[in-house]
């Protein structure tokens, strides 16, 4: 199978009064290139989602959207400090006492009292969180994933049809060439003829300029290795894996071929196909592009 690198996947995991959504979405890109936005709060997870995704990623630009609520979110709690009321409490009645003052010492007095009740944070449950959490993403991951070997599978069947088409421009290219190097020895005849009348034509002569015409519109190594590029194509298509980059090189070498068949080119036949044959093989190049 092979992959696109556009894809879309989302998740929504509710756990021990936790929930979390994560969505992804990707575009073709040189390497694996990933964003992710979530709450400040789970930063210090940001390098094992990273490397989660590398399970199921190798290229392309990944957007990642994580949103979380936590249900019973109480990051704080209070400590009764029991002593320091005690020593509040003393020195209050001792003041009473001292002073000959009404003792109106209540509780909600007391709780005022520095120190009396104080705030700790909580400790964040990490192992809990990363637990939901992961669940999320994996599921997002695999719903991504899933998407992504769809459109790859389009991509393949796209891709065939269109290396068939460019084998047959260089099937007829292939079958045209040996006829221009004929039809232009006759006209080279024709044209001799014509211009000393009666005058014996030096046949080696011509022979020497027709091995010298043909040389310089051969394209038979041309034609060789453009189609086997093209069956090496057809074939890795056919593997399946990882191979945007292996197919976007023999893209450009196909393009070379290509370019050097349309220079030497001496026949308007042959032109128009490798005109052709350039248009196809960019189409190609740029679904390629689209492969993981």
């Known amino acids: 199978m092979i992959k696109s690198m556009t894809g879309f996947g989302r998740c929504e995991v509710s756990e021990n009064d936790r929930k979390f959504t994560v969505e992804m979405k990707s ?9 992710i936005k979530m709450p400040k709060k789970l930063n210090f997870f940001e390098s094992a989602i990273r490397a989660l995704l590398k399970d199921y990623i190798q290229r392309g630009k990944v957007d990642m959207f994580i949103t979380y609520e936590d249900m019973t979110e109480n990051n704080v709690s209070i400590k009764y400090n029991k002593e320091i009321a005690a020593e509040y409490l003393k020195y209050l009645k001792d003041m009473a006492e001292e002073f ?24 964040i449950d990490e192992e809990g969180i990363w637990k939901t959490l992961e669940k999320a993403i994996k599921g997002a991951a695999e719903g991504f994933v899933e998407t992504r070997i769809k459109e790859g599978e389009n991509l393949r069947n796209d891709l065939i049809s269109k290396l068939d088409g460019m084998l047959s421009h260089v099937d007829f290219i292939q ?11 006759q006209k080279l005849e024709d044209r001799v003829k014509d211009l000393l009348a009666d005058v014996k034509v030096d046949e080696n002569r011509l022979l020497m300029e027709v091995t010298i015409f043909a040389d310089k ?11 086997s590029h093209i069956e090496t194509t057809k074939a890795t298509l056919q593997a399946g894996g990882s191979m945007g980059r292996k197919l976007d090189f023999i893209a450009q070498e196909m393009n070379r071929e290509a370019n050097t068949i349309l220079s030497k080119a001496n026949d308007l036949e042959i032109s128009n196909r490798a005109i052709e044959l350039k248009t196809e093989i960019e189409k190609v190049r740029e679904q390629i592009q689209n492969i993981e």
């Not at 575009?27 to 964003?35: F, G």
């Not at 010492?105 to 909580?122: A, G, H, N, Q």
């Open 217 to 227: 519109v051969c394209v038979d190594e041309e034609i060789v290795r453009l189609k």
């Open 27 to 35: 575009v073709n890109h040189r390497y694996l290139d990933v964003n």
């Open 175 to 185: 079958e045209r060439s040996p006829q221009i190097i004929a039809e232009y020895k």
């Open 100 to 123: 000959t003052l009404d003792n109106d010492i209540c509780v909600s007095t007391l709780s005022r009292y520095p120190e009396v009740f104080t705030m700790e944070e909580v400790a």
